[in-house]
């Protein structure tokens, strides 16, 4: 009797088992998730004294990227990146020495330079909608546009050597969860900086600085730069809801 029962047994045991499974998986795509991790890549333009148009001189850029969540809709990020900017002030009027006293030193010359940056900072983000597949009571989405400020640092580099300086990124986004852990998304930003030194790349030639003998104060006539990245993530830190029933 015991050899007849044994199938039976059997049988019980893996029907237990699916009912099992079937829950912990949808409990396994209904968490939440406390960080992101991932990278990014896309295109970087600079405007100041060599250049004032928006994507003009385009170069590349790319770089990591961390999130922490703080809740469906706010999140802080961490970036590290690297990015190539370039310029040239052909068309518009740099004189070759704006504190000459001279005539020729009011005589025009033309500017390219050519540097690579080193970024990295924080910023806040918030979501417009609440981000998430788990719907649920909380009725998050799984698409969400998004604004960003922070603070930096930004360091230059190239012929003229090493310039430092803060920045300040300001910028839109928009991301989509594909999957309960992947995440795609593109964004916007404009990094404005506290230095006009960007765009010095020769020490023979920096005229690029305080172009026509106008000290800048502030945020007023300094270098700025952007990016537009496409990036992906990936959620790590698993954090379970509580059950509202």
């Known amino acids: 009797m015991a050899r007849k029962t044994q199938p039976a047994w059997i049988c019980t045991a893996v029907v237990l088992l699916l009912l099992l499974a079937c829950p ?6 209904d968490l939440e998730y406390q960080m992101e991790i991932g ?6 333009f600079y405007l100041g004294d060599a250049n004032s ?15 922490r969540n703080l809740n469906p809709r706010m999140c802080v990020k961490g970036n590290l990146a690297l990015a190539h900017i370039s310029g040239n ?31 990295f900072g924080a910023q806040f ?11 649920g009571y909380k009725e998050n989405s799984p698409i969400t546009p998004y604004a960003l400020a922070g603070m930096g640092l930004t360091i230059a580099m190239g012929g003229a050597g090493t310039k430092g300086a803060l ?17 795609i998304g593109l964004e916007w930003t404009m990094r404005f900086t506290t ?10 030639k920096n005229q690029l600085f305080q172009p026509y003998g106008v000290k ?20 790590i830190c698993p954090k379970y809801r509580k059950c509202n029933n």
């Open 24 to 29: 912990l998986k949808a409990q396994e795509e």
């Open 39 to 44: 990278a990014g890549a896309g295109v970087s």
């Open 53 to 67: 148009s928006p994507y003009a001189h385009m170069s590349g850029m790319g770089g990591f990227l961390v999130r």
């Open 89 to 119: 002030s052909e068309g518009r009027f740099i004189p070759v020495d704006a504190t000459s006293q001279s005539a020729e030193g009011g005589m025009p010359t033309t500017v390219d330079f050519s540097r690579n940056l080193l970024d």
């Open 125 to 135: 983000e918030m979501n417009f909608w609440g981000y998430g597949r788990n719907g």
């Open 167 to 183: 920045c300040l990124p300001i910028g839109v986004g928009v991301k989509y969860k594909v999957k309960p852990r992947w995440n």
């Open 195 to 204: 230095c006009d030194e960007l765009d010095v790349s020769k020490a023979e």
């Open 216 to 235: 800048s104060v502030g945020l007023k006539n300094k270098d700025c730069y952007s990016f537009t990245m496409l990036f992906v993530t990936y959620d």
